[in-house]
């Protein structure tokens, strides 16, 4: 647009503006796009917002209870356990498969053949959470593989009841979550290490730089934007955790491992409270949302910093 | 929620593939009929046999998972398309469907049924709302001891006809290193306290079901004392072990295992042989005074969708899977009682079974989970769940059970 063609655009009052001639197909190009997201997205979310103040078994008509759902979620303390073991799995997912999978990464990189040392970690990846909790589940039960290794070794723990006791039950999940995520990550953080330029390195190894120094001053910096995602995935993942849960624990025993999605999910469909559910749901949903946005606020204005 | 759309789609493109007619000769309509019993499809074949000629087919739908099921049904009433004949859940469950008129009545198929003897008068109960019936029972479950015959022999027991001898037969395990009993802290953790308190107090037991009884009532204390001591004592296998419970019968890790008769089929399925490998009994009354041993019965609903496009042709099907011919198909292939008692079965363990809980002696009661609200039923199976892992002081568990259920009884009393 040349300078007096957008000038008088200003100049003519709002809605006599030269319409794109378009307009009207580009609608038809749109609205699928848009329609889709609108029904799969945006109407089960309002939904659910609205189910979430209502008391629904779901069947007939839901009532319109106000917030009740609410004052009811974070006056249960089944809720506030569900809550703080949210966010062990939270803590305990960065810092077991993204830590683990940041050190299988690094001591890997550059080795000869590194794909095949990689590669064991990476198999787990490949079967659902539910098999994972099975697996698991032989593993940790009482008088099971994990039990009778250790008093085989006459190795103390051999009498901890790994799955029955909290917050024991939920460390384990999080240990045998680990074994499946450590891979991908290691992954990920694989190729963050192949990329970054090799100058920089070799300078500041010419420097005098070596090892630990080395990764902390130059490597870690330079691979901030990968860690960015995988910690960003690893949050919204951690805070979403059902199926390793569900498959092992089913929440128990009473309620000592129950996480935010296990709650959201028992509320609506094994107590048939849609409404509670529902209210779980979204509450879950703006954490997680709040919790990406902040986190990825904070790092990416990091790295524009740099 | 997105399960559900897809669920209802999901019901949808099935019923549309179908096709209904409202009329014509019920034997010649094919019902869409959908269950969470999708291990049971052979069986449910075998009842196309059986109806061939007499009564609808069947088009058979199976879940694998109780909940998504659950959700499933209730979503396909939201839709025009409602399940001609579905099974579901006595109590609470069926209660909410009945509210809603989602099931059609059937209190003529039963008026017939009850007079020609193909069911009993007290079954009937599980399926009355304001004194019409809903549905007709799919199946029924006895809740059993069963036992390993060769544990009892090498340990040289009998079986216990009073609560005193079986309490002595369980020490006798104890004292020779063998677990007595199983147990469950998850699905089944509920079945030790509805057999103890329905053989100390049944009213008490009946009570808890319409409030008229408190959770931190007398004999409700009494008998979670019971069960804690039991528990104490070792008389249950630890319940971080997850093999399977007919496995841990079948190898002797447990002498003896409270079930109901599906368990059965289950043993069976091991090549354990009824009477020979295993038996069962029923267990007799905490309270030796009581008139009547108390028997724990379990009924499923075979329902028919108000309103479904051959809602006539599943009356028919219910009317005819009541009758001796179906139920003695059934009892047949699938190796369990049935709830008719003019029907064969032919297990003879299961038929003595049949004869001791349908006779006089026997009072038949409901099972906790179909007797108690679904409310109060979430928190209790919690609190149970939480009591047969750590075997702490009851009282704390009872009282948070009776805020529930204080709760539920204010809204609905």
Redesign the interface.
């Known amino acids: 647009m040349s300078a007096p063609t957008a000038r008088r655009a200003e100049l003519l009052p709002r809605g006599n503006k030269p319409k794109n001639p378009y307009w009207t197909s580009s609608i038809g190009f749109v609205a699928p796009g848009v329609l889709l997201v609108a029904v ?1 997205l945006y109407l ?1 979310f309002i ?2 917002s609205w ?1 979430s103040l209502t008391e629904y ?4 008509d839901p009532e319109f209870v106000g917030i009740d759902n609410f004052t009811a979620m974070f006056a249960d303390p ?1 809720f506030l356990v569900s809550l703080r073991n949210t966010l062990f799995w939270v803590i305990g997912t960065i810092l077991l498969p993204v830590g683990l999978g940041l050190l299988i990464a690094v001591l890997s990189h550059g080795m000869p053949n590194a794909t095949w040392f990689r590669l064991p970690f990476l198999i787990p990846y490949a079967i659902s959470g539910v098999a994972v909790g099975v697996i698991w ?2 593993v940790l ?4 593989a994990l039990s009778q290794a250790l008093s085989f070794l006459h190795l103390p723990g051999a009498d901890l ?4 006791d909290g917050p024991l039950n939920t460390v384990m999940m999080i240990l045998a979550a680990s074994w499946q995520g450590a891979g991908v990550n290691a992954l990920l953080f694989g190729i963050g290490l192949q990329s970054i330029p090799k100058e920089p390195i070799e300078a500041a190894r010419v420097d005098g730089a070596s090892g630990f120094t080395l990764f902390r001053t130059m490597t870690w910096p330079m691979l901030a934007p990968l860690t960015t995602v995988v910690v960003g995935l690893a949050i919204v993942g951690s805070l979403k955790t059902f199926d390793v849960v569900w498959a092992m624990t ?1 929440g ?5 491992s129950e996480t935010l999605a296990l709650t959201m999910y028992k509320e609506t ?5 849609y409404g509670l559910g ?1 209210a779980v ?1 979204l509450f879950l949903t703006v954490i997680t949302v709040l919790a990406s946005i902040l986190y990825l606020r904070r790092q990416l204005a990091d790295s524009r910093a740099m | 929620m997105a399960t559900a759309v897809l669920a209802s789609a999901a019901l949808a493109l099935t019923a549309c593939s179908g096709g209904g007619d409202g009329g014509g000769d019920p034997a010649e309509t094919t019902l869409s009929f959908f269950t969470d019993k999708a291990a049971w499809e052979s069986s449910f074949d075998d009842m196309n046999d059986a109806s061939d000629g007499v009564a609808p087919q069947l088009d058979f739908t199976g879940y694998s998972d109780p909940t998504a099921y659950d959700a499933f049904i209730k979503q396909s009433f939201r839709t025009n398309e409602r399940p001609d004949l579905f099974t579901w859940h006595t109590g609470d469950q069926l209660a909410e469907l009945v509210d809603q008129g989602l099931v059609a009545e059937t209190t003529d198929i039963w008026d017939e049924a009850i007079a020609d003897g193909y069911v009993t008068e007290e079954l009937a109960e599980n399926y009355t709302y304001e004194g019409a019936q809903y549905c007709v029972p799919m199946n029924v479950v006895y809740w059993v001891m069963y036992y390993n015959t060769q544990v009892f022999e090498d340990n040289g027991l009998d079986v216990p006809t009073t609560w005193e001898e079986f309490i002595d037969v369980a020490d006798t395990l104890v004292a020779n290193g063998v677990t007595p009993l199983h147990q469950m802290n998850i699905i089944f953790e509920f079945v030790w306290f509805q057999a103890i308190l329905a053989g100390l107090d049944p009213d008490a037991y009946d009570g808890l079901s319409d409030g008229s009884v408190s959770y931190t009532d007398p004999p409700v204390v009494e008998a979670m004392e019971i069960w804690h001591q039991m528990q104490s004592d070792g008389y249950f296998i630890d319940p971080g072990v997850e093999t399977d419970p007919q496995v841990l019968l079948q190898s002797g890790d447990v002498a003896m295992a409270y079930f109901g008769t599906f368990f059965t089929g289950q043993l069976n399925d091991l090549d354990m042989v009824s009477g020979e490998d295993y038996g069962s009994f029923l267990l007799p009354a905490v309270d030796g005074d009581l008139p009547q041993t108390p028997v724990i019965v379990e009924t499923g609903p075979l329902c028919v969708g108000a309103d479904s496009d051959n809602e006539e042709a599943a009356l028919a099907y219910s009317q005819w899977w009541m009758t001796t011919d179906a139920q003695s198909a059934w009892s047949e292939s699938r190796g369990d009682v049935s709830f008719n008692p003019e029907a064969t079965v032919t297990d003879e363990g299961l038929a003595e079974i049949t004869t001791q809980a349908t006779s006089d002696d026997s009072l038949q009661m409901r099972r906790y989970l179909e007797a108690t609200p679904n409310e109060i039923y979430t928190v209790a199976s919690e609190e149970f769940g939480a009591f047969v892992t750590n075997n702490d002081d009851p009282t704390g568990h009872l009282q948070a059970i009776q805020d529930a259920a204080d709760a539920y009884w204010a809204d609905n009393s």
């Open positions: 799969v089960p939904w659910t189910i078994n779901g069947l007939g089944g589940s032989f039960q009482t008088n099971g009841r790994w799955l029955l089913q128990g025993p009473g309620r000592v469909f094994v107590n048939n409270d529902a749901a």
